[in-house]
């Protein structure tokens, strides 16, 4: 039955509606049972299920229903893949109709701006177009199904010291660019049912209470259409909150948040249809699950299989010295606990109850010829001098030596953030010890974010699993034997040491965390530093190889409101088939603004048999190539040319070219005292007044005199440097320019 919201809303009391605009308990929104409003469930999220159905908490403490623990943001994302992102949805929303949830939790789609933020493992990349691209299909996926997500955390969360009270201080256009676009494109290309505002403060304002953020950015200039619900306990000043566009506090506020909306309404200091607009959303969202439930039940031995093809798809393959794969008739000794007891998801609210898990050294058994050694326990750095031993011991009489490293659940977790980026100090030295005995060694990694490897050079394989989800130890035994051919690709850089990353002198702090690295996030820094990493942004191996050729732009110049296509020649040059994820990135070589060096702007996966040429085409639009101008509070394409560069990684970029772009907007024209002569020269309607202004001045100081008589100490560049330098204020006291026209000037040009 099609309910009429309007209809139940005008036969809703005051207190009613004010009612709704909190959770019933932990995990429900309230319903009103006169008016046959039912309550729904919330559950998070966001990579399987954890639905509470005895004690909740929003801390991952109390257990949740048995369900499938799929691989956790960290490493999805490193699959570059939209259409399994988008599948990997399918399956949740799925899930989610079985179980009787109606909005599932995420995607979190929060920029990793440090390797060190304890939530990192929950979040896709450090680029935003990356995530808002992974995020935008996962929704899709879930909301195909009409269950709700709750894309998190809305917005500039990106760390977990004082995440409840601090305030992220960034500027307007590092927002723009950097912490608001993946919400952008996923709110705009799938229009997530609610958007959880996050805990933290933005440039001093809570994000519950921010008008600007959730009314004018979301709703007024993206068009988000659904309900913002705040992260549990995040609500700040209820009132001024749901004015701001904030609809639903979660959890529960004990009716007191409720009777303060009521008081308010009554009083006139809040007016009642913003109460009845929030609550028309809630109710929208409320109905549009109940009118459209799915009969389905559970199917987890399947999506465990599919768990398991995600991790397949997104593990990384970081280095290669031909150890691997291995070969079923090799002697291999697996080393580590995480080999049986794989570390395979992060703690806190996303923490699921796994129903099954599958360990590497089980599944590899049944492939090769495995044997095994604990060397390290995977929960504390203590250095066992037996385990040891022995592992060493066994790896000198082996073909091979597999050491599964990675970071214990203390390490890293919802709550707090690391405070340094090395695995324990056992594990490094084990694996030193092993290398030395053992030079066909490889290392397996089970961790949320980067960290450090002393021992890099002396191992001869590095696969990056992350955290793998349920699934993760059959998955990354299929890459080891060569059963999957590894495709993932690094969605985040791995600086060679915690100082080289850009906020490493403004993260964590007290109540002001100030981004000051602003756009330079990541590759983006790394790169206009040239600086040396230990693996770069989208980054990854396989078992074979592909060459690129024919890239070919669709045109060479291109204007506001034009796409432009690009097609590559991609060729799998090796023996076994493989997928390879085509990188474009694209220069602003216009030298008009601070731009980073290269940005991500679009990307395809692509799957090819040995020997097999396919052509990929990707698009790019204006966007693709615009910044954030605050001046203009829009974004802007300066004129002039950009390079397209296409390529298996961010530093491995095969074939370029260039596109000139032309742009039909000028950026405000702001002309003062203070305008210098080389800005008017700068722009094209001033330049005949700068031109003028040189001429006088040249004429006035005497500029253009025979080398003679010069003075060996003013070189031509440094009178010209002078002379662009000059404030038109200055001119006025030589009679080089006089007082009315410095003002006719500022009138004509400032409009
Ligand atoms: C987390 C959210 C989560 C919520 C409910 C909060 O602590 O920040 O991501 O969805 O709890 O568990």
Redesign the pocket.
Known sequence: MKHNVKEILSQMTLEEKAGMCSGLDFWHLKGVERLGVPSIMVS??PHGLRKQEAAGD??GINESIKAVCFPPAVLSACSFDPELMEKFGDVIGCEAQAADVSVV?GP?VNIKRSPICGRNFEYFSEDPHLAGELAAAFIKGVQRHNVGTSI??FAANNQETRRMTCSSDVDERTLREIYLPAFERAVKESQPATV?CS?NMINDTYSSDNDWLLNQVLRDEWGFQGAVIS??GAVNERVVGLAAGMDIEMPASGGITDAEIVTAVRNGSLDETVLDRAVERILTLIFRWTENREVRTLTLEADHDFARRVAEESMVLMKNDGVLPLKREEKVLFVGEFAEKPRYQGGG?SHINSFKVSDALSAAKRLGQVSYAKGFSGQEDVYDETLAAEAVAMAKQMDKVVVFAGLPDSFES?GYDRTHMELPGCQNRLIEELAQVNTNLTVVLHNGAPVTMPWLNQVSGLVEAYLGGQAGGEAVVNILYGVVNPSGKLAETFPKKLSDNPAYLNFGGKEHVAYKEGIFVGYRYYDAKEMEVLFPFGHGHSYTSFAYSDLKLERNTMTDGETLNISVDVENTGSVPGKETVQLYVSDKTGKVQRPLRELKAFAKVSLAPGERKTVTMTLDERSFAWYSTDLHDWYVCSGDYEIAVGASSRDLRLCGTVCYQSKRALPLRIGRNTTVGDLLENEKTRPLGQLVLNRMNAFFGAGASPDDSDDAISDEMGQAIAYSQPLRGLLGFGIMTAEELQAAIDKYTG
């Open positions: 998070d999220g929003h801390l939790l979190g998190k955390h959880m805990y992260d549990w609210s919802e």
